[in-house]
């Protein structure tokens, strides 16, 4: 059973997963990217590719603001909305296609995260789309399977920590 690591919620218990494809990013990972990070407190996050909402729920309880989720399975959302209505915090989701939703929404993100499933790099459509949604300073959080190497291929984000966990490759960008 996943679990919040630390913060207000430390110790609840994530949405529960019913099948699919989801690989929630472990205890083990989370612990080193917010140890990393630091202080998220006030930040607006983005959550892409959320499955259980592992990441985004973690920001939130370390004292984000708010949260937006985008997952392209109907219920992971629904469970995470169910799981957010007993916390009590702003949160807003949508079930989609990635670029389909970013296409469509107008704010900026101080935290964006993204772990898209293994198989898939970001698109260089998904990276443009995820640079227009930054602003100077934005951290930009990319999990990918240890084994992939290419460079992001950005002009906006600079590689400021890199950290790999089990499978895992944590690459963290920060906005020029």
Do not use: C
Request: aromatic share 8%.
């Amino acid at each position: 059973m996943t679990r919040i690591i630390a913060g207000e919620w430390r110790g609840h218990s994530l949405p529960k997963l019913r099948g699919g494809s989801v690989r929630p990013t472990t205890d083990r990972a989370r612990t080193i990217l917010f140890d990393t990070l630091r202080d998220v407190r006030e930040m607006t996050v983005l959550d892409l590719y959320s499955g259980t909402g592992a990441l985004g729920f973690e920001a939130l309880s370390r004292g984000a603001r708010s949260m937006v989720s985008i997952d392209s399975d109907r219920n992971y959302i629904r469970q995470q909305k169910i799981w957010i209505a007993k916390h009590q915090k702003p949160f807003s989701a949508y079930i989609g296609d990635v670029k389909i939703i970013l296409r469509k929404l107008k704010a900026t993100f101080d935290l964006i995260l993204a772990d898209p499933p293994y198989a898939e790099d970001l698109s260089p459509e998904v990276l443009t789309l995820i640079e227009q949604h930054s602003a100077s300073g934005t951290i930009f959080v990319y999990e990918r399977n240890k084994r992939s190497e290419s460079p992001l291929g950005s002009q906006l984000f600079e590689l400021v920590k890199e950290k790999v966990v089990a499978e895992t490759r944590i690459q963290i960008y920060k906005a020029q």
